[in-house]
């Protein structure tokens, strides 16, 4: 017997029973969302070989990745602001308008924006948010996109819009109203591909299409594709682990007691491994992550280990950070990192001193030499070096002008600040 067929109910039953399931539905929905949000703080997806809670929840929880996002965002958010389960509980906001509201949810407003999107629909919680949180108006603008004829569009049961060419091909146009970019499967062996690209990856295509001349047919944009492809892993591959097709026999070995991992190790390694992730859980899952690998030391550098194929393996930064505090603890990790990101931060202010102390530089190579002359005198005043050079583009246009009538118009960029801090000069000082 199908247990899903309700025919035998009567209307009474059916009446009653279906909001009652819903109510119930909405109750373990609530829970599940509690439950990833605590899992996904606690990060219990690394012991079971998942690089992240999205992919937790795509390959154990068997959501798709939309649903995945949605509820991970709204599970973010409710933990939060606890309120956000109960309104979803007690049905007064759908998971919709949750997944709207979740980016502007804090615990200091979650309250009145919970309350004030009670039993609205998706279109009424998108306008009390653009009322709360305005955003600047989107510019008019027309945008070229080739595309099929109108009269020959059609959607394909992969949702592309498109159209059928006399050779075959698939025309790509929007994919179900979204100008977005998309891979969609039209057999086991051909994938369809839409993107946009600007003007000036456009005329690089074309250019590499002319250099390619005769050795692909024209037209053929896949071939191109398809090589461009090649040549980046190929380039990719060498700048990775020194990949090359004739690599030197003896390799350049890591020396003793450095954390440096020579090519070859690293081709080895990278062989080896397959290009994965290597971390298996408890239950001999093995972690399917190929992106941001990094070689990791099996007996720890800190603790000896060497850089050698055999102490070398593959981790996803998630599970090379959770082996880690297995290893040095949770409490040392976490302090290791926020110096790390001191350190970064302070490396970045750094940059940025260097970068405008050039800008200075080049600003100061574009003055004239009247503008020049001035700046020991404003120097002798007490000006910084550097609001010096700025307020001489007040005299840009003196220079015929007396060194005293410059000396005062750049001293009027400084204004009342200035005549707070700088000393009296007799006029005789300047010649």
């Known amino acids: 017997m199908n247990r899903f067929s309700l025919t035998h109910l009567s209307n009474e039953v059916l009446d009653r029973q279906l909001p009652t399931t819903a109510a119930r539905s909405r109750e373990v929905t609530a829970e599940l969302l509690a439950y990833i949000?605590?899992?996904?703080?606690?990060?219990?997806?690394?012991?079971?070989?998942?690089?992240?809670m999205l992919?937790?929840?795509?390959?154990?929880?068997?959501?798709?990745?939309?649903?995945?996002?949605?509820?991970?965002?709204?599970?973010?958010?409710?933990?939060?602001?606890?309120?956000?389960?109960?309104?979803?509980?007690?049905?007064?906001?759908?998971?919709?308008?949750?997944?709207?509201?979740?980016?502007?949810?804090?615990?200091?407003?979650?309250?009145?924006?919970?309350?004030?999107?009670?039993?609205?629909?998706?279109?009424?919680?998108?306008?009390?948010?653009?009322?709360?949180?305005?955003?600047?108006?989107?510019?008019?603008?027309?945008?070229?996109?080739?595309?099929?004829?109108?009269?020959?569009r059609n959607t394909?049961?992969?949702?592309?819009?498109?159209?059928?060419?006399?050779?075959?091909?698939?025309?790509?146009?929007?994919?179900?109203?979204?100008?977005?970019?998309?891979?969609?499967?039209?057999?086991?062996?051909?994938?369809?591909?839409?993107?946009?690209?600007?003007?000036?990856?456009?005329?690089r295509f074309r250019y590499a299409q002319d250099l390619l001349g005769r050795s692909v047919k024209p037209g053929d944009i896949a071939e191109v594709y398809d090589r461009a492809m090649k040549e980046l892993i190929k380039k990719l591959e060498r700048t990775r682990f020194g990949a090359c097709a004739k690599p030197r026999k003896a390799g350049c070995r890591s020396r003793a007691g450095s954390r440096h991992v020579s090519h070859d190790v690293k081709r080895a390694v990278w062989t080896r491994d397959r290009g994965q992730c290597t971390f298996v859980s408890q239950s001999g899952r093995r972690c399917e992550a190929r992106r941001d690998l990094q070689f990791d030391h099996v007996k720890e550098f800190a603790r000896g280990g060497e850089a050698t194929v055999e102490n070398i393996r593959l981790r996803c930064p998630g599970h090379n950070q959770h082996t880690a505090e297995q290893s040095y603890g949770a409490g040392f990790m976490k302090q290791k990192r926020e110096e790390a990101a001191k350190a970064r931060a302070a490396a970045r202010a750094a940059k940025e001193r260097a970068r405008a102390q050039k800008a200075a530089e080049r600003e100061a190579s574009r003055l004239q030499p009247h503008q020049?002359?001035?700046?020991?005198?404003?120097?002798?005043?007490?000006?910084?070096?550097?609001?010096?050079?700025?307020?001489?583009?007040?005299?840009?246009?003196?220079?015929?002008?007396?060194?005293?009538?410059?000396?005062?118009?750049?001293?009027?960029?400084?204004?009342?600040?200035?005549?707070?801090?700088?000393?009296?000069?007799?006029?005789?000082?300047?010649?």
């Open 37 to 52: 949000a605590e899992f996904d703080e606690r990060k219990r997806f690394l012991p079971a070989a998942y690089e992240s």
């Open 55 to 152: 992919a937790y929840c795509i390959g154990e929880l068997r959501l798709s990745r939309d649903e995945a996002k949605q509820r991970l965002h709204i599970a973010r958010a409710g933990r939060a602001c606890p309120g956000v389960f109960e309104a979803l509980e007690q049905g007064r906001i759908h998971l919709t308008g949750l997944r709207l509201l979740a980016p502007h949810l804090t615990p200091e407003n979650a309250d009145d924006l919970l309350s004030a999107a009670t039993d609205k629909s998706k279109e009424e919680i998108e306008q009390l948010l653009a009322e709360r949180s305005p955003r600047l108006d989107v510019p008019a603008s027309v945008t070229p996109v080739e595309g099929a004829p109108e009269h020959l």
């Open 372 to 431: 020049l002359e001035v700046i020991p005198w404003l120097r002798e005043l007490g000006c910084s070096e550097a609001h010096s050079r700025i307020a001489v583009e007040r005299c840009r246009d003196m220079a015929d002008a007396r060194l005293e009538d410059r000396v005062k118009q750049s001293l009027r960029w400084f204004g009342a600040r200035l005549a707070r801090t700088v000393r009296p000069v007799a006029p005789a000082a300047c010649p």
């Open 156 to 203: 394909d049961s992969q949702g592309v819009a498109g159209a059928q060419g006399a050779d075959g091909t698939v025309i790509l146009g929007q994919c179900n109203g979204e100008d977005r970019a998309r891979v969609a499967p039209l057999s086991a062996e051909s994938y369809a591909v839409q993107f946009t690209r600007s003007r000036e990856a456009d005329e």
